[in-house]
Antibody
């Protein structure tokens, strides 16, 4: 079955850019039918959707983060990536990648599966 | 943005109890609702989608109901492995896709 695995630095300095990659195994990003999302969870808090990308490269972002977020896809490596610029301590969170089923209307449905998550701490 | 409100935020229950968690949307979302279970240090796991459809492999003691603005997740006979935090998520309208604040089910 499809599995997702996040990777990237666990510590980022304030004002710098957070960069994470999600590697997909057991299925191809290029097969279509799914959106590939980033979701974060602040320590002890709830879940916040950051945005998603389709294999074609089309993206959709959370308006609250849109000015700082870039999600890209590398179909040759079966990976998609997150860049979050100008980070502050408020961006400290566990970051998850997840697959979202695309419905006939073109919108994203529920998320399944999820990666295990990676904690990113923003600190000098 | 559609706001999802869960209640209660936490409660204690005993093994064998029937428990119900509520999720309310700030506007109608038809049946475009999913439920997830999250255990400490783990990623959320999909339990239910389309408000009432059980994800493959999820025990039948879990069930979901509702449409429009009011939804419930019911665990018919609480097991030890069910002590966790539960989240609802709407996918009716976005951006943004939104989650409820979570309901933590603790051992009494």
């Amino acid at each position: 079955q499809v599995q997702l695995q996040e990777s990237g630095p666990g510590l980022v300095k304030p004002s710098q850019t957070l960069s994470l990659t999600c590697t997909v195994s057991g299925g191809s990003i290029s097969s279509g039918g799914y959106y590939w999302s980033w979701i974060r969870q602040h320590p002890g808090k709830g879940l916040e959707w950051i945005g998603y990308i389709y294999y074609s490269g089309s993206t959709y972002y959370n308006p609250s983060l849109k000015s700082r977020v870039t999600i890209s896809v590398d179909t040759s490596k079966n990976q998609f990536s997150l860049k979050l610029s100008s980070v502050t301590a408020a961006d400290t969170a566990v970051y998850y990648c997840a697959r979202g089923k695309r419905r006939s209307s073109g919108q994203n449905n529920w998320f399944d599966p999820w990666g295990q998550g990676t904690l990113v701490t923003v600190s000098s | 943005a559609i706001r999802m409100t869960q209640s209660p935020s936490s409660f204690s229950a005993s093994t064998g109890d029937r428990v119900t968690i509520t999720c309310r949307a700030s506007q109608g979302i038809s049946s475009y609702l999913a439920w997830y279970q999250q255990k400490p240090g783990k990623a959320p796991k999909l339990l239910i989608y389309a408000a009432s459809t059980l994800q493959s492999g999820v025990p039948s003691r879990f069930s979901g109901s509702g449409s429009g603005t009011d939804f419930t997740l019911t665990i018919s006979c609480l097991q030890s492995e069910d002590f966790a935090t539960y989240y609802c998520q709407q996918y009716y309208s976005y951006p943004p896709l939104t989650f409820g604040g979570g309901t933590k089910v603790e051992i009494k």
